[in-house]
């Protein structure tokens, strides 16, 4: 089974047609999502590894200098592209609620009542300021020219706002003790 980066890298390949290495990396990093990294580190070893399994092919661009290579899936890599898309109903899947900044809440207790406070603003501040970013991304989805594209990201949106709801909880909670 794929990884989810593996799967959202050959679903970006399916979705956008041949492309540069860095132009994955850049719509990796461009997406409402900051959950993958997008560093070099991450995705030039993951293209060669996929290369290597035959899920991508690609081909030196002859129009560039620079010897850059051109990326495109491949029969096989679509077939585990469906599989992986198609496994999205698996109970281990659905039952994810993967959340960084919720970790840190259970442990909050190590640090003094003013840390806490001062902490969950801050991250709440942030929480704001990304949904604004998100809000903005689905503005520039046309839900007639890409459905599944304006659902992904609506997604990103209704997440983002109930994370937000779970923080000021979380802030009430905290003003609420000091």
């Known amino acids: 089974m794929l990884s989810e980066l593996e799967g959202l890298t050959l679903g970006l390949l399916s979705k956008h047609g041949p492309c540069t290495a860095y132009s994955i990396r850049q719509m990796l990093k461009e997406a409402p999502s900051s959950h993958w990294r997008a560093s070099a580190g991450s995705i030039y070893p993951l293209l060669a590894r996929l290369e290597k399994d035959r899920l991508i092919e690609g081909e030196d ?8 290579k ?11 592209l469906k599989s992986w898309i198609k ?3 698996d109970a281990d899947l659905i039952a994810q609620l993967f959340d960084p900044v919720r970790n840190r809440i259970f442990f909050m207790e190590v640090l003094g009542k ?3 406070l001062r902490l969950a603003q801050e991250i709440l501040c942030g929480m704001e300021e990304h949904l604004h970013f998100a809000h903005q ?3 520039d989805r046309d839900r007639d020219a890409d459905m599944f ?3 992904g990201a609506t997604g990103a949106v209704l997440a ?3 994370r937000i709801k779970f923080m000021k909880q979380v802030v009430k909670e905290l003003e609420r003790q000091s």
């Open 114 to 116: 003013q840390e806490q």
């Open 61 to 68: 661009d002859p129009a560039d200098g620079r010897a850059r």
């Open 87 to 89: 496994h999205g109903s």
């Open 137 to 139: 991304n689905l503005k």
């Open 160 to 162: 983002c706002e109930a």
């Open 70 to 80: 051109v990326l495109k899936l491949s029969v096989a890599g679509r077939k585990k």
């Open 149 to 151: 594209d304006y659902l």
